[in-house]
């Protein structure tokens, strides 16, 4: 009933930037916090920064100071702009969220991940 479709993940040099965006669709009612999370090959998901509906950011501290997170309620859309990217940002990138469909039931979703490489 809630899609979040990912897109702007792609091949960077080390140093660079990409934005990522994610989109929600489907019987919302209201959108509340929506976050970004990151996969590395053999390693565990781990959260990269989320923002509330109010604006409120956190961010893991790998992220604090290079990574950008916003959203804009009306279009539904979450995004991460990430500037200064390093190897170790090599990852799948999923966007979560949760909030209340139109039938007042609660919903937690995911994005189904956009690939993100830095490398040289």
């Known amino acids: 009933q809630v899609q979040l479709v990912e897109s702007g993940g792609g091949l960077v040099q080390p140093g660079g930037s990409l934005r990522l965006s994610c989109a929600a669709s489907g019987s919302i009612f209201l959108l509340n916090g929506m976050g970004w999370y990151r996969q590395a090959p053999g390693r565990q998901r781990e959260l990269v920064a989320t923002?509330?509906?109010?604006?409120?950011?956190n961010y893991a501290s790998s992220a604090r100071g290079r990574f950008t997170i916003s959203r804009d309620n009306a279009k539904k859309t979450v995004y991460l702009e990430m500037n200064s990217l390093k190897p170790e940002d090599t990852a799948v990138y999923y966007c979560?969220?949760?909030?209340?469909?139109?039938?007042?039931?609660?919903?937690?979703?995911w994005g189904q991940g956009t690939q993100v490489t830095v490398s040289s």
């Open positions: 923002i509330s509906r109010g604006s409120s950011t």
């Open positions: 979560a969220s949760d909030g209340v469909l139109l039938t007042g039931r609660s919903f937690s979703s």
